[in-house]
C-alpha cells in the first residue's frame, strides 16, 4: 500500500505538492494560533477537511479507484465553510443574509448537479465528476471576494493590505478559482472511467495555482497577531 | 484529436487570462487602497494644518486683546486714579485745615479706597499681560506668580527646577508653558481642594517638562473631558500645546491628588531679544 501510493505521488508532483502543502498554513494557524479569529478558524477547518479529502483521493488513485465521488461531495462542503468565512467579514446584513442563502442555495443546486452528472448514483466506479456545482463554486467565491475587496477600499479601515492576513486569503483563493473555473466543466467530460482524456497543461494549472493559494495562506496566517484581532 | 488539441489550448489560454484578470484585481486593490490612504491622509494634514492655524490666531488675538485691555486700564483708568488720587491729597490738606474730624476721617477712607483701586488695576494689568516673562523669563515668572497666590491665600506653593539659569525660550513657547502652568494651578485650587501644590520645571538638551501636582482630591481627565464644559480647561491646554507639538500627561500619584506633565521640545530664543511685552506700548504680541 504505502510503495503504490508513494509511487504515485512520485508519479505526479504536481498534484502531490498541492495536496501536502495545505499541511503548511495548517500548521502555521496552530503556531500563530489564528484559530482565535471566527474566519481564519473556518479557513483552518476547510484546510483540515480539504488535507484529509485531498489525501484519501490520493490514496484512491494511487490504487486504481475512482475518487470523483470525494471531489463532488466536497464541493458544497467548502463553499459553506468558505461563504462562513465571509459571513463574519461582511458588515452588512443584508450581504450576510444573501450570503446565507447562497450557500443554501449552492447547497442544494450541487446536490442536483451530482445527480443530474450521474445517471447511476449506485455505481460508484463510473461516478463523474459534477458539470456546473465547481463552475457555480468558483463564480460565487470569485464574487465574494470582489465584493469584500470592495468593502475593503469603500471603508479604508485597513492601512496595509500587506499585512492583513485576510486579503493573503481572498488573494489566494481569487487566483485558485480563476485558475480552475474553466477547467471544471471540461473535467466532467475529460475524466471518465472508460475513455478518459489528457487535458496537458490546462489540467495541471488549477493544481500549480492550489500550492500558490496554500503559499498566499500562509503568508497571511504568518502575518496573523491575536493582539491585532483582540481590538 | 484535432479537436482535443484545440481544446487543451484554448482551456490554457482561458486560464491564463482569467489569471492574468485575478492579478491585476490584486494588484489594482492594493495601488488603490494605498492611493485612498494617501489622499485621506494629505486631506487630513490639510485640515490639521488649518486647524492649528485657526487656533494659533485665535490665541494670538486672545493675547492682543488681553494687551488692550491691560493698556487701557494702565493709560486711561490709571492715569484717571492717579490724578483723583492727587485731587484727594489736595482736598485733605483743605479739609485738615477746618478741623471737622468726620470730613476727615471720610477723606481718609476715600483716599484709602483710591489707593486700593489703583492696587487693583495694576494687579489686574500685571495678570493680564505677564510682564515678568517677558523681562526675566519663566522662572522669575512663575516664582511672581507663586509669591502673588500665596499672599492671598493659605496654599503652600513649591517650586523647583533642575537648572539655576533657565535658558530663554522662544516667546510663544515661554507664554504657552506659563498659561498651562497658570491654567493647571487655577484649577487645582478651585476645584482639588489642595493644601500643597508642587511645581517642577525640568529641561534637558531636547525637552522642556512642567510638572504640577497638588495633594487634593485627583481627577480621572477622561472622564472630565467628556463633560462638555468642565473639560474646557483641559482642552484648552491641549489645545495650546498642539501648537507647539507638545503633549501633556496626567497621572494619579499613590498617595493622593493629581499630577500633570505637560512637555514640549525646546525652542531657544533667537539672538535678537524680544520687544518686552509691556503695557505701556500699543502693539500686536508676535507670539
Known sequence: MFDTLSGYIINNPTFSIAVFITILPIALTIIRKAFLDQSLRLLFCYLVIKLIIDFVMLYYASARMNNLMFYNLSIPLFYALLGGMFYFKFNGQRQRRLLVVSILGFCVFSTWDIVNSNENLEDLKEHRIVLYAKTVEGILVISLILAYFYEIIKSLKIPNLLTFPFFWVCSGLLLYYSSLIFVAPVLHYAYTWKDPMELGMAESIPSIFETVCALLFSVGIYHYSPKDYAK | ?287
Not at chain 2, 64 to 80: N, P, S, W
Not at chain 2, 82 to 101: A, F, P, R, Y
Not at chain 2, 140 to 159: Q, T
Not at chain 2, 195 to 208: F, G, S, V
Request: aromatic share 6%; proline share 3%; charged share 30%.
Open chain 2, 1 to 287: 484529436m484535432q479537436n482535443s488539441e484545440e481544446l487543451k489550448w484554448a482551456l490554457l489560454i482561458a486560464s491564463l487570462a482569467m489569471l492574468a484578470m485575478a492579478f491585476c484585481m490584486i494588484s489594482f486593490v492594493m495601488y488603490y487602497q494605498k492611493r485612498r490612504f494617501e489622499e485621506e491622509k494629505r486631506i487630513n494634514d490639510i485640515e490639521k494644518n488649518y486647524n492649528r492655524l485657526l487656533l494659533d490666531t485665535a490665541l494670538n488675538s486672545e493675547e492682543t486683546e488681553r494687551r488692550r485691555i491691560a493698556q487701557d486700564l494702565h493709560d486711561d483708568i490709571g492715569t484717571m486714579l492717579s490724578l483723583t488720587k492727587l485731587s484727594l491729597n489736595q482736598l485733605s490738606k483743605l479739609v485738615g485745615n477746618s478741623g471737622d474730624e468726620k470730613e476727615e476721617s471720610i477723606m481718609k477712607k476715600s483716599q484709602s479706597l483710591v489707593e486700593e483701586t489703583i492696587l487693583h488695576v495694576r494687579r489686574i494689568t500685571r495678570d493680564l499681560v505677564p510682564t515678568t516673562l517677558e523681562r526675566f523669563g519663566l522662572m522669575e515668572a512663575i516664582e511672581e506668580f507663586i509669591h502673588k497666590l500665596e499672599e492671598d491665600s493659605n496654599l503652600v506653593i513649591s517650586f523647583q527646577s533642575n537648572t539655576e539659569e533657565f535658558p530663554r525660550q522662544g516667546q510663544k513657547l515661554e507664554l504657552t508653558l506659563y498659561r498651562i502652568m497658570q491654567e493647571l494651578v487655577n484649577n487645582a485650587i478651585k476645584h482639588a481642594s489642595c493644601t500643597k501644590i508642587d511645581i517642577a520645571l525640568e529641561i534637558d538638551e531636547e525637552m522642556i517638562g512642567l510638572r504640577v501636582t497638588d495633594n487634593g482630591v485627583g481627577f480621572d481627565p477622561e472622564k472630565i473631558k467628556e463633560s462638555n464644559l468642565a473639560g474646557l480647561g483641559l482642552l484648552g491646554i491641549e489645545s495650546r500645546l498642539a501648537i507647539v507639538n507638545g503633549t501633556v500627561q496626567y497621572e494619579q500619584p499613590a498617595k493622593g491628588g493629581s499630577s500633570a506633565i505637560a512637555r514640549i521640545p525646546v525652542n531657544p530664543a533667537s539672538g535678537n531679544k524680544p520687544e518686552p511685552l509691556h503695557p505701556f506700548r500699543r502693539e500686536r504680541v508676535n507670539i
